[in-house]
């Protein structure tokens, strides 16, 4: 859903740590979700997506967990690095319909990460 | 392939004054999108595009319009610009958009209305 705010949430953690994202949504026919980062004075890059019929998607270093029934959605970064230091973005989609894949955009939150 | 790119990077207008955001991609994208990025806040869409030569509105289109006369370019324009459109400018692109297609981002255009 949107969330309006000038007051990111924000997690800091230390070199090597493991962190946790968490993104609430609020469209429950949302089927499709992608997670990005956003580096300072760069646009959204994409990391990883996960479709409704799944509940975990993993990639490099990264895992998104999916519970649809809280409508909760949540990326996991194994041993965090400063350069993973950046605004991550939830984005809902809800396909299908007239709806043609638009995006919804979550506030973000910023991860530092210290060395 | 230098995927979605946008011109110019920084921009400063006066209220009142006219311009047009250019976004082009190589990707050979049906679609094509504009989003705001206000302090704060996540992108809001502001139009979008399915396809050559048609349009449609977004989240927040008032102030803006729109063209895609070819494929692979997707202009903004402000007719008269107000202060309340400061913002930084993303445009995206994706292959499909049915299903959930990933959308690829340009760099964006920092923009400044006195």
């Known amino acids: 859903g949107e969330s309006v705010g000038l007051h990111l949430p924000t997690l800091s953690v230390q070199e090597g740590d493991n962190s946790i994202i968490n993104c609430a949504y609020s469209?429950?026919?949302?089927?499709?979700f992608i997670w990005y980062k956003q580096e300072s004075g760069k646009g959204p890059q994409f990391i990883i997506d996960?479709?409704?019929?799944?509940d975990k998607r993993q990639g490099q270093r990264v895992t998104v967990l999916l519970n649809k029934t809280v409508k909760h959605l949540s990326l996991q970064i194994a041993a965090t690095q400063p350069g993973d230091s950046a605004v991550y973005f939830c984005?809902?989609?809800?396909?299908?319909?007239?709806?043609?894949?638009?995006?919804?955009f979550g506030q973000g939150t910023i991860l530092t990460v210290h060395p | 392939n230098a995927g979605v790119t946008q011109t110019p990077k920084f921009r400063v207008l006066k209220t009142g004054q006219s311009m047009t955001l250019l976004c082009a991609q190589d990707?050979?994208?049906?679609?094509m999108y504009w989003y705001r990025q206000d302090p704060g806040m996540g992108l809001r869409l502001i139009h979008y595009?399915?396809?050559?030569?048609?349009?449609a509105k977004g989240e927040v289109p008032d102030g803006y319009n729109v063209s895609r006369l070819k494929k692979q370019n997707f202009l903004l324009g402000l007719e008269s610009a107000a202060p309340s459109q400061t913002s930084v400018y993303f445009c995206?692109?994706?292959?499909?958009?049915?299903?959930?297609?990933?959308?690829?981002f340009g760099p964006g255009t920092r923009l400044t209305v006195l």
């Open positions: 984005a809902e989609n809800r396909a299908g319909g007239t709806s043609y894949g638009k995006l919804t």
């Open positions: 595009s399915v396809g050559e030569g048609t349009t």
């Open positions: 469209n429950s026919a949302s089927d499709y």
């Open positions: 990707m050979n994208h049906e679609y």
């Open positions: 996960i479709r409704s019929n799944m």
């Open positions: 995206a692109s994706s292959y499909g958009g049915l299903g959930g297609d990933t959308q690829y």
